[in-house]
């Protein structure tokens, strides 16, 4: 019984430090069966210390939030961030918002500038900017995922194929270093890859925290992304690789 309580307090140590553990992983580590491993993960779950997903597990604060609750999360930055990435848009502009608690913030500050198109996945995004008499609006349409409040689907993924925009501003769950961007939903990822096959500039915005999160669902590497916008949290290291892959940093201050 020590031995297991011993073994099941690194996991939780293990998930404050990485936000996510690998079943296969944390057997050849502590040198114990992979069957005993998925029982101290079943055992953690019980208890809400994490949540069990296929070959591991996250730390529970990791889960996606619904959008509700992410707003309250590092608003101060994501203000920040709305901010400068208006100085990135310019007249004429066509312009894409995904859903997301961050891009939300940009639309705050959409009615300081003329003649813009703003197409957007996003329901409180479409309420917030009906206020503007500036911009022209337009929802690909689709089936509402209430939890991020956004249009997904078929219809959704049909329609956004029709069109072009000059920039897209993107909001992520994670960035993972050398790896790429995710979110936690499949049927967003998917319409997030669209947004980005007809984008002419991509724009990633996220605040530092983003990096130590996780995300189940692979959006894109970073061979495609133009630039990041981020708060002067982010470290030397996530700077510097950001950097190597060919992407300008922006940081909001």
Known sequence: MKKAAARRSQIIKLLDEMGQVNVNT?????????????????????????IRTHGGAFKTNNIALAVSEKKSLNLEYKRLI???????IEKNDSIILDSGTTTFEISNNLGKLDNITVITNALDIVNNISKYTNLQVFMPGGFLKEFSMSLVG???????RQLYCNKLFLGVDCIRPNVGIFTHHMEEAYLNQIMIEIAEQVIIVADSSKFKKTGLAFIEGFQKINKVITD???????????????IEVIIAE
């Open 82 to 88: 709305g901010k400068k990435a208006i100085e990135l």
């Open 26 to 50: 944390l057997s050849e580590e502590m040198g114990v069966s992979e069957v005993t491993i998925r029982n101290d993960l079943d055992k953690l779950e019980k208890n809400n210390f994490l």
């Open 154 to 160: 078929p219809m959704a993924e049909r329609n956004l």
């Open 232 to 246: 002067v949290n982010i470290s030397k290291e996530n700077y510097e690789m950001l950097e190597k892959n060919n």
